[in-house]
């Protein structure tokens, strides 16, 4: 799984952890994408990203666990790696940290933050 972002509406804000997270004025959320080459889980990925959005460390946020199983999460997304060869589309979108995360087949993690969260 992997993806690249499209430069021409989306800008870099942030590096943390060595991978760039983006921002999409118009839509106002957060953008960042995980390689089939990363050894970090996407439950990591999502984590670290969310906490640099928010500006805390990952410990403050509330636990993955309370809004999705972050073992069945890393499956889906290891399972949509497996079949690469063939054109897999899909999503997953869920609640976390006041903010509603999709997470899609070819690796792009969009952060749209609830409005009143801030």
């Known amino acids: 799984m992997s993806g690249t972002a499209p430069t021409d509406r989306l800008t870099p804000v942030d590096d943390d952890g060595g991978?760039?997270?983006y921002y999409?004025?118009?839509?106002?959320?957060?953008?960042?994408?995980?390689?089939?080459?990363?050894?970090?889980p996407?439950?990591?990925?999502?984590l670290?990203?969310?906490?640099?959005?928010?500006?805390?460390?990952?410990?403050e946020l509330e636990p993955l666990s309370e809004r999705i199983d972050p073992d069945?999460?890393?499956a889906l997304i290891d399972h949509w790696r497996a079949d690469r060869p063939h054109s897999v589309e899909g999503s997953?979108?869920?609640?976390?940290?006041?903010?509603?995360?999709?997470?899609?087949?070819?690796?792009?993690?969009?952060?749209?933050?609830?409005?009143?969260?801030?």
């Open 19 to 21: 991978r760039t997270i």
């Open 24 to 40: 999409h004025d118009r839509a106002g959320t957060y953008h960042v994408w995980c390689d089939e080459a990363d050894y970090e």
């Open 42 to 46: 996407v439950s990591l990925a999502l």
């Open 48 to 59: 670290v990203a969310v906490s640099s959005i928010r500006g805390v460390e990952p410990e």
């Open 72 to 74: 069945a999460l890393n």
């Open 92 to 118: 997953i979108s869920f609640s976390f940290a006041d903010c509603t995360v999709t997470i899609s087949a070819d690796g792009e993690i969009v952060i749209d933050p609830e409005p009143s969260a801030g």
